[in-house]
């Protein structure tokens, strides 16, 4: 079956340095994709997105990076903070416009260092 | 505040009782879904609603009975449940399931524990 999955599941990191968190996908046909953040004690907060005809994708300190060869993609937030702290997933969507059937991955937590 | 609002946020309940979670969004919109969060594992769909109509239920045991009143409202019904059934369970919607973005909007979730 078609799956999302993270390379890593947890990443510490430096407050004030870049963290890349990692993503592959298996459905070659994947037409959108998504980066939640999920704070403790909270639901998944939608952070940015990305549709195939696009290889990068800007937000406020953060960019999603898609690599369909390799079917990977990749989150960067840059001068991490302490309120980044969180587990942050990735969700493909098969199709672009059909919101049913987006699909998870597992999630990375990401601890921010002091 | 996501506009998207669960009760109760926690929840201990036996086997043989009947409970009822609650969702309850703010933003118009018109699609609504429920989901389990376990420990380590991806979230898993269980039900969707369009419209009021209920259009996707992924093979959930029928101890979980979903309903949606109308647009704003989703409620998830709860009968002889099992101690694998504790888990997060997350509330959310989204503008439309087909034409767009449709990106969906989560609330905080209801942790449930089943004794």
């Known amino acids: 079956g078609e799956s999302v999955g993270l390379h890593l599941p947890t990443l510490s990191v430096q407050e004030g340095d870049n963290s890349i968190i990692n993503c592959a996908y298996s459905?070659?046909?994947?037409?959108?994709f998504i980066w939640y953040k999920q704070e403790s004690g909270k639901g998944p907060q939608f952070i940015i997105d990305?549709?195939?005809?696009?290889d990068k994708r800007q937000g406020q300190r953060v960019t999603v990076l898609l690599n369909k060869t390799v079917k990977h993609l990749s989150l960067q937030i840059a001068a991490t903070q302490p309120g980044d702290s969180a587990v942050y997933f990735c969700?493909?969507?098969?199709?672009?416009?059909?919101?049913?059937?987006?699909?998870f991955g597992s999630g990375t937590q990401l601890t921010v260092l002091p | 505040e996501t506009g998207v609002t669960q009760t109760p946020r926690h929840l201990v309940m036996g086997m043989t009782n009947k409970k009822s979670l609650k969702c309850e969004q703010h933003?118009?919109?018109?699609?609504m879904y429920w989901y389990k969060q376990s420990a380590k594992k991806p979230l898993e769909l269980m039900f969707v609603?369009?419209?009021?109509?209920?259009?996707e239920n992924n093979s959930v045991p029928s101890r979980f009975s979903p309903e949606c009143p109308n647009s704003s409202h989703l409620f998830l019904h709860l009968h002889t449940l099992q101690p694998e059934d504790s888990a997060l369970y997350l509330c959310?919607?989204?503008?439309?399931?087909?034409?767009?973005?449709?990106?969906?909007?989560f609330g905080a979730g209801t942790r449930l524990s089943v004794l």
């Open positions: 969700a493909e969507n098969p199709s672009y416009g059909s919101a049913r059937q987006l699909t």
């Open positions: 459905n070659s046909a994947s037409d959108y």
């Open positions: 609603y369009s419209l009021e109509e209920r259009v």
């Open positions: 959310a919607s989204s503008q439309d399931l087909a034409g767009g973005k449709n990106i969906q909007y």
């Open positions: 933003l118009g919109h018109n699609a």
């Open positions: 990305i549709r195939s005809n696009m």
